[in-house]
């Protein structure tokens, strides 16, 4: 009698040219596929019947999420091997004697019957895409998960973004090493000085808001839209100290009022501004410093043909992001009128941030389930692997991108070989 993994290596063979991408384990035990392949189980055939109904990456990760579909070993490893063994083999496309024999085979696999119950967690978001209302929604799916949550993730400062790894052979620099090295770099490359004003536009949970302040005696106004985030900044600023040089405001980036900032910053928030409103929000960052005032950047960057976060991102993590080539962000800024002085990447660190934040998951996996629960742990687990992938392996960069609104003269104020910035 033939075993759930023979009827799922026939069913194969009409998807792949070669052999399977991955070993499974099917639901009654049976096993197929090379021995050196990742390890895929696939608990029930509903793990299939997901496919079936949403044949794509989100049916993949929709399945990994509920746990009809799991995997052995490390995540992210598993889903680099198997998408180059799949990227490896030529296209096949079945002829209709082929789809009505792997239909037959579905049928015997117990695949077959209604679409599956969608887990929960998706983004629901309504109106105009990037109205403010919309826009807040979508902010709040991501960042209003819980503070607690993050808290357990992330180093004490908090940073949620791609930290700056100076030293990652020392075994006792650690993330929060490095977090503090990324927020003195910005600091040094806009120049800050006692009583400056900085704008730190999407502040997050305070991490640059706060070292600004305390570090370098800023007067800084945070702009954020989220409402957990801005409770958490200005709890901090109390505890720091540092509560008379901050200015928490919640509102959306084109409510912030003001100008003569001597600097601004923000940091990964530019991807939730969206493709038509970048030029706007350029040309309100210009507006708010004053000639000679800098501009940090540092933002995650995709290919031309990819310029969203993909389907599973889109719909469980970051709804509504929108990524572009570096060179096109720099020409936007450059069209709103700044002069684009520098731009740096730092892909490579964040493969190794997000590793960092993997191994804090993993390690207190006990801790998110039970403030998160499973389900949006799984959904944590599959993002931050496939975030590792996608900057290690270049399908994703983040780049710091220093700028300056310079007078009308031409003048910028900025240093002409700026190794300070690297040495102190």
């Known amino acids: 009698m033939k075993t759930a993994a023979d009827r799922l290596t026939e069913l194969a063979a009409h998807v792949f040219t070669g052999p399977l991408p991955v070993r499974v384990r099917a639901w009654d035990g049976s096993q197929a596929g090379p021995d050196d392949a990742p390890v895929i189980t696939l608990r029930s055939p509903q793990a299939l019947r997901r496919l079936l109904w949403q044949p794509s990456e989100l049916g993949l990760a929709e399945a990994y999420i509920t746990g ?31 789809l009505a024999a792997a239909a037959a085979l579905a049928l015997r696999l117990g695949v077959a019957g209604p679409p599956p119950r969608r887990p929960d967690g998706r983004a629901r978001l309504t109106g105009r895409l990037h109205s403010a209302a919309r826009d807040r929604a979508a902010i709040s799916h991501h960042y209003d998960l819980s503070n607690e949550f993050y808290a357990l993730l992330l180093d004490e400062s908090m940073a949620y973004s791609c930290a700056y790894w100076t030293r990652p052979e020392d075994p006792a620099y650690t993330l929060a090493d490095a977090q503090r090295d990324k927020l003195e770099l910005i600091c040094r490359k806009l120049g800050l000085r006692a009583d400056d004003r900085l704008l730190d536009v999407g502040c997050g949970w305070g991490s640059l808001t706060i070292h600004a302040a305390r570090e370098h005696k800023v007067r800084v106004t945070a702009v954020t839209l989220s409402r957990a985030q801005c409770n958490v900044v200005t709890e901090r600023a109390v505890r720091e100290g540092v509560a008379d040089l901050v200015d928490v405001r919640l509102r959306h980036w084109r409510h912030a009022e003001g100008g ?21 929000f350029a040309a309100k960052l210009h507006d708010a410093l004053r000639p000679e005032g800098r501009l ?53 660190h964040y493969a190794t941030t997000i590793d960092a934040w993997r191994a804090t998951l993993e390690r207190r996996w006990g801790d998110v389930e039970d403030l998160v629960g499973e389900t949006t742990g799984r959904v944590w687990r599959l993002y931050l692997a496939g975030a590792s992938l996608a900057f290690s392996e270049r399908r994703m960069g983040v780049d710091q991108i220093l700028a ?15 190794t300070a910035w690297y040495t102190g």
């Open 296 to 348: 940090l950047i540092q933002q995650m960057s995709r290919g031309a043909h990819a310029p969203g976060g993909g389907a599973f991102i889109e719909s469980y993590i970051a709804p509504d992001m929108h990524m572009r080539p570096v060179g096109r962000t720099v020409d936007l800024l450059e069209t709103a009128g700044l002069e684009v002085r520098s731009s740096e990447s730092l892909r490579e």
């Open 260 to 280: 003569g900032y001597d600097a601004a910053a923000a940091i990964e928030m530019g991807e939730h501004v969206g493709d038509a409103e970048f030029p706007a």
């Open 404 to 418: 300056v609104r310079p007078t009308r003269e031409g003048t910028s104020a900025m240093p002409t070989t700026p």
């Open 68 to 98: 009809d579909l799991d995997v052995e070993g490390d995540l992210a490893r598993a889903l680099s091997q198997a998408g180059q063994s799949v990227r490896d083999q030529p296209p096949i496309r079945p002829r209709p004697a082929a």
